[in-house]
T-cell receptor
Framework: EAQVTQNPRYLITVTGKKLTVTCSQNMNHEYMSWYRQDPGLGLRQIYY???????DKGDVPEGYKVSRKEKRNFPLILESPSPNQTSLYFCASRLSWASGITDTQYFGPGTRLTVL | KQEVTQIPAALSVPEGENLVLNCSFTDSAIYNLQWFRQDPGKGLTSLLLIQSSQREQTSGRLNASLDKSSGRSTLYIAASQPGDSATYLCAVEDSNYQLIWGAGTKLIIKP
């Protein structure tokens, strides 16, 4: 089954404790991205990757890091989480960067993060 | 900068009614407009994608229209059912191949 998986699904942590949210897709997609969703706001892009070893900042990259060492995996790293990073996080993928003209993105189930 | 707005933020209607959800955007330079459905704990599911050269797309009881010149899209749901209850999100693919999102409309269909 074609899917995007994220782990963990729920996480409660404390300020300053490094954490990683994993994302994996099994569709051989080149393009992957991370979004955060906050009440009353649309999804906002954190980082995206056009292919292995190619990443770039989205609209809200401060406080986050990513890596793309393999095509299928795109982990999101919070090196020193703060309460304002409490949010619902989504990983997504699609065939390629430019395929967005005709191709939609496929989303993981989301990770609800609470930073105390 | 592209902005996407969805009105209303929430909507509650009796089962069986036809309904329309609205989406507006400020910059007509888009590749496409997409409608997604969000269910709690299940992520986002793509419903319809309308390319910039198209006027509408249909899937089952769903019909989405696009008027690029006026910066508007509507999602029409026919004969609504309780299973249609969800949050519906609108997003436009901008000229940098990035999705810009509206905040969503939370729809409740009452049995």
């Amino acid at each position: 089954e074609a899917q995007v998986t994220q782990n963990p699904r729920y996480l409660i942590t404390v300020t300053g404790k490094k954490l990683t949210v994993t994302c994996s897709q099994n569709m051989n997609h080149e393009y992957m991205s991370w979004y955060r969703q906050d009440p009353g706001l649309g999804l906002r892009q954190i980082y995206y990757s056009m292919n292995v070893e190619v990443t770039d900042k989205g609209d809200v990259p401060e406080g986050y890091k990513v890596s793309r060492k393999e095509k299928r995996n795109f982990p999101l790293i919070l090196e020193s989480p703060s309460p304002n990073q409490t949010s619902l996080y989504f990983c997504a993928s699609r065939l390629s960067w430019a395929s967005g003209i005709t191709d939609t993105q496929y989303f993981g189930p989301g990770t609800r993060l609470t930073v105390l | 900068k592209q902005e996407v707005t969805q009105i209303p933020a929430a909507l509650s209607v009796p089962e069986g009614e036809n309904l329309v959800l609205n989406c507006s955007f400020t910059d007509s330079a888009i590749y496409n407009l997409q409608w997604f459905r969000q269910d709690p704990g299940k992520g986002l599911t793509s419903l319809l994608l309308i390319q910039s050269s198209q006027r509408e797309q249909t899937s089952g009881r769903l019909n989405a229209s696009l008027d690029k010149s006026s910066g508007r899209s509507t999602l029409y749901i026919a004969a609504s059912q309780p299973g249609d209850s969800a949050t519906y999100l609108c997003a436009v693919e901008d000229s940098n191949y990035q999705l810009i999102w509206g905040a969503g409309t939370k729809l409740i269909i009452k049995p």
